[in-house]
């Protein structure tokens, strides 16, 4: 029900209708804003990078994440199947669990109950299996809605690191052609492959980008030198070179694992999807309908008009201000016009009003 002038007015069905707006923002994430960016004084900690208590994950703040104007940006965490579970490994259980959980939650389980495993190429039924995942959930404040589709680029340094002379051997991973090849069989909705490369090869996936959720999985063999190489086994115990962020799976904690991924991130860059679903109320003025004011001086005790210039004169009104009203007289929302509207016998008007939810 809409109020403007003097007295309501009902709505019908031809006078509301509904509208979908789909917005997107490009939202760059420099490498260089996750390592030796905040540190402090001694260089021994940087400000921006939180670890959990119980080594579960990393996250990385657009600024020292104690203070008020810091940004959450994306969390990291690590993880692997029980069938490469070994007790010399540190952190065992917690990157199991870790990996049992994200495949619960986005992959689901089968017909037996199982968890599904990360499939490189997104056919679940057969293919290899990304069996050393990092996992990098990024925040609703940068993902809103949902990734946009093929518009997702990483940049990782596989031959050094970000700091000294400058990058070296960087690899670019795309999810290409997604907005005509992506999967729907998660449990969480649409997600596409990742691709090293300049396009989409048979084989070539090397992880995994879940649209709505906010979160991609990458195989931790992009940085073993056989890019998009495939490992079915850990390094042997005695790899000791934590160049190599494979051997970290293994040979370090969580938190230290992400250590290592960020300092060889170059780049991130994707573009979001806001949904704007808005209703629109046609609030429609007849000739003969609300031509006086509200204001109590435009009549008299009788209810006749005493604000006219001439007897002659036809009545007359500015609408300023709609009111919409709940079916038991109940004020819900107040739209206001960009200026006075002249409203007489002589014309009509229709003003929409837009409630975006």
């Not at 495939?230 to 115990?237: G, I, K, Q």
């Not at 040979?251 to 999807?273: C, E, K, P, Q, V």
């Not at 005493?306 to 919409?324: E, M, N």
Request: proline share 3%; net charge negative.
């Amino acid at each position: 029900m809409s109020k403007f002038a003097k007295g309501f007015k009902d709505f019908t069905s031809d006078d509301i209708t509904t509208i979908r707006d789909v917005l997107h923002e490009a939202i760059p994430i420099t490498g260089s804003i996750c390592w030796d960016t905040y540190v402090n004084g001694a260089k021994t900690i940087e400000e921006n990078i939180y670890n959990s208590p119980r080594d579960l994950y990393q996250s990385v703040y657009d600024y020292p994440y104690l203070s008020s104007s810091a940004n959450h940006i994306f969390d990291i965490t690590i993880g692997y199947p029980a069938a490469l579970s070994h007790s010399a490994n540190t952190g065992n259980s917690r990157k199991i669990n870790t990996y049992n959980q994200m495949a619960q939650v986005l992959m689901g389980t089968d017909i037996t109950g199982s968890v599904i495993n990360f499939d490189r190429d997104g056919n679940l039924d057969s293919g290899e299996k990304i069996t050393q995942a990092y996992f990098i959930n990024f925040s609703r404040l940068l993902a809103k809605d949902e990734i946009k589709k093929q518009s997702f680029t990483l940049q990782v340094l596989t031959g050094g690191v970000g700091t000294g002379s400058g990058p070296t051997d960087i690899l670019t991973i795309q999810d290409h052609n997604a907005k005509n090849n992506y999967r729907t069989n998660s449990a969480v909705g649409e997600y596409g492959i990742l691709y090293t490369g300049s396009a989409a090869a048979a084989g070539s996936g090397v992880g995994l980008l879940f649209y709505q959720a906010g979160i991609a999985v990458l195989s931790a063999s992009v940085f073993d030198g056989n890019e998009p190489g495939y490992l079915s086994t850990f390094p042997t115990a005695s790899s000791t070179s934590y160049n190599n962020v494979h051997s970290m799976f293994t040979g370090s904690s969580i938190s230290g694992s992400g250590d290592a991924f960020r300092n060889r991130l170059y780049n991130i860059s994707f573009n979001n999807t806001i949904d704007i679903n808005s209703t629109v109320y046609f609030c429609r003025l007849n000739h003969g309908e609300f031509n006086c004011s509200s204001n109590s001086s435009y009549t008299d005790a009788d209810g006749k008009i005493v604000v006219k210039d001439l007897p002659s004169q036809l009545p007359k009104a500015y609408v300023t201000t709609i009111g919409l009203y709940s079916a038991d007289n109940e004020l819900l929302a107040v739209a206001k016009t960009s200026q006075a509207l002249e409203k007489s016998p002589k014309n009509e008007i229709v003003i929409q009003v837009r409630l975006d939810t």
